[in-house]
């Protein structure tokens, strides 16, 4: 157990549908990354935030949008789904920036049909 | 560019027989090196890190991996593998102060009674 917990576990929604994807963080964690993860591949980089301002952003359209909020949890948002955006979405908490390790939560299995 | 490679998508060995999983990287900057475990459908465990120091890190569950500069490797290594070890194993790369942690796209490994 990482102590990172991703909320819902899986979820299954329309094209064009609009989807929130929630990250705890480790206690005394600062800084929250998010991942994609396609079937058959490794994560990819979607952004981080530290300290609740985004803080580095991978090859993801504008319609990946995220929060951080005062408590470091993080919200990942995704706007006008597409059939590709079906993958496990990864967050990783860790303490400051690249500064030390980051824990994976168990990721949450987005469905777009 | 910055980049993992694992060149064996796959590999199957015999309980008990030893395991070495290659990684190589190319990075511009000093690398903090990763080894992550991801069983079917969960989130990633981190097996071990480099930061610097000691070429030749532990980490849990008996892996082990040596980090040689001069051929970019991070190779991981398991002297007797168990039948739990069956997995995917994820190499990645980050550095102090970057926002991001690149992964190679995993090896299987496939235990064989």
């Known amino acids: 157990e990482t102590g990172v917990t991703q909320s819902p576990t899986h979820l299954i929604k329309t094209r064009g549908q609009q989807v929130t994807l929630r990250c705890s963080s480790q206690s005394g964690h600062n800084t929250v990354s998010w991942y994609q993860q396609a079937l058959g591949q490794g994560p990819q980089f979607i952004f981080q935030y530290y300290r609740e301002e985004e803080n580095g952003r991978g090859n993801f359209p504008p319609r990946f949008s995220g929060l951080q909020f005062p408590n470091y949890s993080s919200e990942l948002n995704v706007n006008a789904l597409e059939l590709d955006d079906s993958a496990l979405y990864l967050c990783?908490?860790?303490w400051g920036q690249g500064e030390t390790e980051a824990f994976f939560g168990q990721g949450t299995r987005l469905t777009v049909v | 560019a910055q980049s993992v490679t694992q060149p064996d998508i796959h590999i199957t060995v015999s309980e008990g027989a030893s395991l070495e999983l290659r990684c190589n990287y190319s990075y511009g900057a000093t690398p903090y090196l990763f080894w992550y475990v991801q069983s079917p459908g969960q989130g990633l465990q981190l097996l071990l890190k480099?930061?610097?120091?000691?070429?030749l890190v532990q980490g849990i569950k008996g892996f082990e991996a040596e980090f040689k500069r001069s051929q970019s490797s991070f190779n991981l290594r398991k002297p007797s593998v168990h039948w739990s070890d069956a997995a995917e194993y994820f190499c990645a790369v980050g550095a102090r102060r970057d926002d991001k942690i690149i992964f190679g796209k995993g090896t299987r490994l496939h235990i064989l009674p």
């Open positions: 990783a908490s860790s």
């Open positions: 480099y930061f610097s120091g000691d070429t």
